[in-house]
């Protein structure tokens, strides 16, 4: 099958600038996807978006060059709860990659193992309008309590100014909670303000929840982009993340997001994402809990 990308897709970086920023030894890029290749793993029909192919190889080839020793592959929401191109890749990693799956109520306790058996760790909840349509909040209580036996979490996905209206329904899940991208704040708005108190907040009391610090590129206003060699990239999104890491130093993922869908306005050199971490997480101790124990505990716990 062939698909024609959505107009105005941007494709991954190629040929990424290597890292001035070395990594710790078993650092773990804890938030990115593959997309098909769409002729192997057709993308789902109720898809809001057609990108272009990423596959598991070209994945692995920028761990390698970013120095990074292993991926958690999250499903795309272009592949809608078919997870056979995640699970692909996690068969192919060597044990070097664990998956954070999407699910329907149908899905049979048999394929939830056999998820598990490849390395799946976790679900993912998207409350991202423009990406997925509604799922009843019933149906999503009754995945996360058959993952919970699993011993999964879950993975959230929503924007700030709707975490009001779904406080209720995350401070209730009964699993560890792992929220991406910081619950997307509006980095235009005061790292002190209301917004962000509230997310903060959500953290503070429920020790249960996680955050990935990731996606600078996708949260900020006034950049400047990670291109050209810039060593100071999206400046505005940086006393967001930092504050997350200082406060929540063991509850804190990062990753590069790769391949990046959707963005618009500029699509980043990875190289420098990773050149963006030392800044967010400023000494070797946050460091390697950010890249290296904290995704370990999570998604490798038997080699902890
Ligand atoms: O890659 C991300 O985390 C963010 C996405 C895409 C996404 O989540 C998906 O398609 O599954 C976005 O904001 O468009």
Redesign the pocket.
């Known amino acids: 099958m062939t698909f024609e990308k959505t107009p105005g897709w941007l494709d991954w970086y190629a040929n990424p600038s290597k890292p001035r920023f070395k990594v710790p030894a078993g650092s773990v890029d804890a938030?990115c996807?593959v997309f098909g290749p769409g002729a192997e793993f057709p993308f789902a029909p109720e898809r809001?978006?057609t990108p272009c192919d990423a596959s598991k190889q070209q994945l692995y080839a920028l761990r390698d060059h970013l120095g990074f020793a292993r991926n958690v592959v999250?499903?795309?929401?272009?592949h809608g709860a078919d997870n056979r191109a995640m699970v692909d890749a996690l068969v192919h990693s060597n044990g070097r990659a664990r998956g954070v799956a999407t699910v329907k109520r149908s899905v049979s306790d048999a394929e939830l193992q056999a998820m598990h058996d490849s390395g799946v760790r976790g679900v993912?909840f998207?409350f991202?309008k423009?990406?997925v349509d509604f799922t009843p909040k019933d149906e999503l209580v009754e995945i996360a309590e058959r993952i919970k036996t699993l011993g999964w979490h879950v993975v959230i996905?929503f924007e700030a100014v709707d975490l009001p209206e779904l406080w209720d329904f995350f401070t209730a899940l009964p699993t560890t909670i792992v929220v991406?991208?910081m619950g997307?704040p509006d980095v235009g708005k005061p790292v002190d303000g209301p917004e962000f108190e509230l997310f903060v907040r959500f953290m503070r009391e429920h020790s249960n929840v996680w955050s990935k610090v990731?996606?600078p590129e996708?949260l900020s206003v006034s950049g400047p982009p990670a291109l050209h060699g810039e060593q100071h990239a999206y400046r505005d999104v940086v006393p967001f993340a930092r504050r997350i890491v200082e406060s929540f130093p063991d509850r804190v993922l990062w990753g590069t997001?790769w391949p990046?869908?959707?963005l618009k306005d500029h699509m980043p050199d990875d190289g420098l994402l990773v050149d963006f971490i030392p800044h967010i997480a400023p000494t070797a101790e946050l460091q390697r809990k950010l890249l290296v124990d904290n995704p370990m505990r999570l998604y490798w716990p038997e080699e902890t």
């Open positions: 938030h996807h809001k978006y999250v499903q795309a929401t272009c993912r998207n991202v423009r990406l996905y991406d991208h997307r990731s996606c996708r997001d990046h869908p959707n």
